[in-house]
C-alpha cells in the first residue's frame, strides 16, 4: 500500500520578489487614488466657492409693517455677492437691532443660498411735537423721528407729549416712562411738561377719567410702581390731583 506524502506549505516555494512588487503597486494605486480623489474634491470645492451658486441669491424681509423694508436693509448692510455660508447673521442681527421700532429679530439662510430676516416690531406708546417734527416713543424707549403720514396718523391713539423743548430731555423722559406700570400708561392720555421754577423735571399726567397726576422724570417709575393707581382712582373718587411728592402723595378734591 502506498504512502501519501503530506505537504507542508513552504514560503520559499513562492516568488517573494513578485509578491513585494505587488504589495508595492497596490499601494501606489492607492496613494494615487487618494491624490486623484483630493484634487477633484479640491478643484470642485473651488469651482463652487468661484461660482455664482456659492452667492447669495436672495434677501428677504417679512414682518414689517410699519419700519421700511429699506432701513432694514441698510442697517443689515449685507454685501450681495458674498459667499453666504461665511455671512455671520449674529451680527447682522445686532446691527438690524438698532433699527428704531424694531423689538426683535431673526436672520436664517437655507442651503440654497436664500437669507431670510424676520422682524417684530415695537409698539408706539408716545408722540411729541418738537419744532415740527414728530418724534416718537417705542415700548423699548426708543426715540425716532419721523415723517411718514401713515406712522403719523396711527399716532393718534397713543398719548401726546406737550411743552417739550429738548429732544435730550424727550429721550430721558422715554427711558423712564417706559417703566411705569402699564395700566398706567394704558389710562394716560396727555402728558404735559409743565416745570415750576424750583422743579424743572414737572409733568403733568392727564388721565383718561380727566384726573391729574403731578410727576417727576427722575421719580415716576419709581412713585407710580408703589401707587395703586386703580385702588385709588375709586377710593378717592372726589379728587382730581395727585401729587406726588417722594414718598407722599397729595391729593385736592374736585370743585
Known amino acids: ?17 513578485e509578491k513585494i512588487l505587488k504589495t508595492k503597486k497596490k499601494k501606489r494605486l492607492k496613494k494615487r487614488f487618494k491624490v486623484l480623489l483630493f484634487l477633484i474634491v479640491f478643484v470642485a470645492i473651488g469651482a463652487y466657492f468661484t461660482s455664482d451658486y456659492s452667492r447669495i441669491q436672495s434677501i428677504r ?47 436664517s439662510r437655507d442651503l440654497l443660498g436664500n437669507i431670510k430676516i424676520e422682524i417684530e416690531e415695537a409698539e408706539r406708546i408716545a408722540y411729541c411735537d418738537i419744532e415740527d417734527r414728530t418724534y416718537v416713543i417705542d415700548e423699548l424707549g426708543y426715540v425716532s423721528e419721523t415723517s411718514d403720514p401713515k406712522i403719523i396718523q396711527s399716532l393718534q391713539s397713543c398719548p401726546k407729549l ?28 396727555d402728558i404735559v411738561y409743565s416745570p415750576q421754577p424750583a422743579d424743572e423735571t414737572r409733568l403733568e ?26 385702588a385709588s382712582m375709586t377710593a378717592y373718587s372726589d379728587y382730581c390731583q395727585f401729587s406726588f ?9 374736585c370743585e
Open 1 to 17: 500500500m502506498a504512502h501519501q506524502q503530506d505537504y507542508y506549505y513552504n514560503e520559499h516555494d513562492e516568488n517573494q520578489v
Open 61 to 107: 424681509v417679512v414682518g414689517c409693517e410699519e419700519v421700511s423694508e429699506d432701513d432694514i436693509l441698510e442697517y443689515a448692510a449685507i454685501d450681495e455677492k458674498a459667499i453666504y455660508w461665511f455671512i455671520n447673521t449674529n451680527h447682522i442681527e445686532e446691527k438690524i437691532k438698532e433699527v428704531p421700532l424694531v423689538k426683535k429679530v431673526k436672520v
Open 162 to 189: 406737550s411743552g417739550f423743548k429738548d429732544v435730550e430731555f424727550l429721550k430721558s423722559f422715554a427711558s423712564e416712562y417706559i417703566k411705569i406700570p402699564e395700566l398706567v400708561k394704558s389710562q394716560t392720555s
Open 205 to 230: 399726567f392727564v388721565m383718561d377719567n380727566g384726573k391729574i397726576m403731578y410727576l417727576r422724570v427722575e421719580d415716576m417709575a419709581e412713585q407710580l410702581s408703589r401707587f395703586d393707581y386703580e
Open 245 to 253: 411728592e417722594g414718598e407722599h402723595v397729595y391729593m385736592e378734591k
